[in-house]
């Protein structure tokens, strides 16, 4: 898996675009407000295998390797994971729903609010980041120090995030009370997007205890969420579908709040 022709970033491409309006919008401001407006969890009630199939119309425009739609690229990873952990169930499940936060697109937020990898905001941008030069259009670019307006060690959970499909996701996941995914996997789906941190080792001094499990964790999931990309030949079956529409009925017997 070491050679992978995967998460090749080029100039002027669709992910270009996506990313320079990122790295110019997505400052400290931008951020915490659109936590504060979708952390009220106000938009709309709904089952999550509605939002599953949702993910039918949406093509990551992010992504340089995925011309699939979402759904298919969700069971993928679920497939992937099953695979290799068949007893692991909430994993299976993690796959299976990690990227539902890009409903976000029926929200009406921009591509740049919603996809692509995430950084931290409130701090100095890392240079491994992607298209690392755009952030030059970023109205906090040189105002803030490596810590800026964090303290060292003080965990992921006090970071900010440039918003996405992750948090939104993560909230939801977070203040809904009615379903029976454990915490851990809350967390995964938080920083999968999250490669300065989890694939560039940037950002490690503000980390704690507990964010070191978080991180082997992500680790592991992004080998099948990623790699998955690369199984051409899947094919959706009907024993498959059936296989998690049962899950998702044990662990999310009740609509949610998004
Ligand atoms: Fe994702
Ligand atoms: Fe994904």
């Known amino acids: 898996m070491e050679n992978s022709n995967l998460r090749n970033y080029e100039i002027d ?14 400052d400290l401001e931008f ?3 659109k936590k504060q ?33 979402n759904i298919i690229h969700a069971y993928q990873t679920a497939e992937r994971i099953r695979k290799k952990h068949p007893d692991n169930k909430q994993l299976q499940i ?22 692509g990898d995430t950084y931290v905001v409130g701090c100095k941008f890392p240079e491994s980041i992607v298209y690392y030069d755009t952030l030059q259009d970023n109205k906090d670019f040189n105002k803030y120090d490596k810590l800026g307006i964090y303290k ?30 454990s915490k851990q996997y809350w ?37 099948y969420d990623l790699y998955s990309k690369e199984d051409t030949e899947f094919v959706l079956t009907d024993e498959i579908k059936t296989y998690y529409d049962d899950l998702l009925d044990e662990l999310f017997p009740h609509d949610l709040q998004w």
């Not at 119309?57 to 390797?65: A, G, M, Q, R, Y």
């Not at 029926?106 to 996809?115: C, L, Q, Y």
């Open 152 to 181: 060292e060690n003080c965990g992921l959970d006090a970071l900010h995030l440039s918003f996405g499909h992750d948090e939104y996701l993560y909230q939801v996941l977070l203040q809904n009370k009615n379903h029976f995914l």
């Open 37 to 69: 407006q979708y952390s009220q969890l106000t938009n709309k009630i709904m089952n999550i295998k509605d939002v599953l199939n949702k993910m039918n119309e949406f093509i990551d425009p992010s992504d340089p390797d995925l011309d699939e739609s």
């Open 13 to 26: 491409t669709p992910q270009y675009v996506l990313y320079k309006d990122m790295h110019k919008n997505q």
């Open 31 to 33: 951020v915490t407000k």
């Open 94 to 115: 993690t796959g299976l729903i990690h990227d539902l936060g890009k409903i976000l697109f029926t929200f009406h937020e921009p591509n740049w609010a919603v996809v």
């Open 187 to 223: 967390d995964i789906i938080r920083y999968h997007s999250f490669y300065p941190w989890h694939t560039n080792n940037e950002y490690h001094y503000f980390m704690n205890e507990t964010d070191k499990d978080i991180l082997t964790n992500v680790l592991d999931f992004n080998q």
